[in-house]
T-cell receptor, first 110, second 115 residues
Framework: QKEVEQNSGPLSVPEGAIASLNCTYS??????FFWYRQYSGKSPELIMS????GDKEDGRFTAQLNKASQYVSLLIRDSQPSDSATYLC??????????FGQGTELSVKP | EAGVAQSPRYKIIEKRQSVAFWCNPI?????LYWYQQILGQGPKLLIQ????????DSQLPKDRFSAERLKGVDSTLKIQPAKLEDSAVYLC?????????????FGPGTRLTVT
């Protein structure tokens, strides 16, 4: 079992729709959770961090964390073509190491 | 605030040759990371420095990879000799104090092609 798992996609949504990206992790002691966005040919860019159960909103982005289910998600409202990228889920495990998932490719169609 | 700087941006070498990458982190960031990202995969941590000490190098192939951060600021990663499977993007990242280790800021990366 991978430490951090994501569906590789591609996930395709129409412009204006809600994109839902999911991530599960195996280390129950993990405390910190992050979403990075990576445009093709570019380096990852931190867009959201979440540390406690529940929802955290930042503009069009909402991160959701459920530690009991070991599940993290990212919702993107009013998706725009400029949101087309690979979204990496990253989890800081109990040992302090940041583990990345393989990423989910999102395509927003005009 | 200047971001993480890396050089070179691209490098093409033949197998068995050696190569070195350089990274300068964001000013004031004591923690520095080197990652390897193979196409279609997430970044994999190679080594983590706290100031000039190594925190984690468990996934660094030490028979061919080495890294140093002598003065606690910039860092170099070396591969000698390179293999075909080393073709990847090598990312350097830095982060603010310990409790925010997950909030990492990445440099532009070095794309290495081994032929």
């Amino acid at each position: 079992q991978k430490e951090v798992e994501q569906n590789s996609g591609p996930l395709s949504v129409p412009e204006g729709a809600i994109a839902s990206l999911n991530c599960t992790y195996s280390d129950r002691g993990s405390q910190s959770f992050f979403w990075y966005r990576q445009y093709s040919g570019k380096s990852p860019e931190l867009i959201m961090s979440i540390y406690s159960n529940g929802d955290k909103e930042d503009g069009r982005f909402t991160a959701q964390l459920n530690k009991a289910s070991q599940y993290v998600s990212l919702l993107i409202r009013d998706s725009q073509p400029s949101d087309s990228a690979t979204y990496l889920c990253a989890v800081r495990n109990q040992g302090g190491k940041l583990i990345f998932g393989q990423g989910t490719e999102l395509s927003v169609k005009p | 605030e200047a971001g993480v700087a890396q050089s070179p941006r691209y490098k093409i070498i033949e197998k068995r040759q050696s190569v070195a990458f350089w990274c300068n982190p964001i000013s004031g960031h004591a923690t520095l990371y080197w990652y390897q990202q193979i196409l279609g995969q997430g970044p994999k941590l190679l080594i983590q420095f706290q100031n000039n000490g190594v925190v984690d190098d468990s996934q660094l192939p030490k028979d061919r990879f080495s890294a140093e951060r002598l003065k606690g600021v910039d860092s170099t990663l070396k591969i000698q000799p390179a293999k075909l499977e080393d073709s990847a993007v090598y990312l350097c990242a830095s982060s603010p104090p310990r409790e925010f280790w997950g909030e990492q800021y990445f440099g532009p990366g070095t794309r290495l092609t081994v032929t």
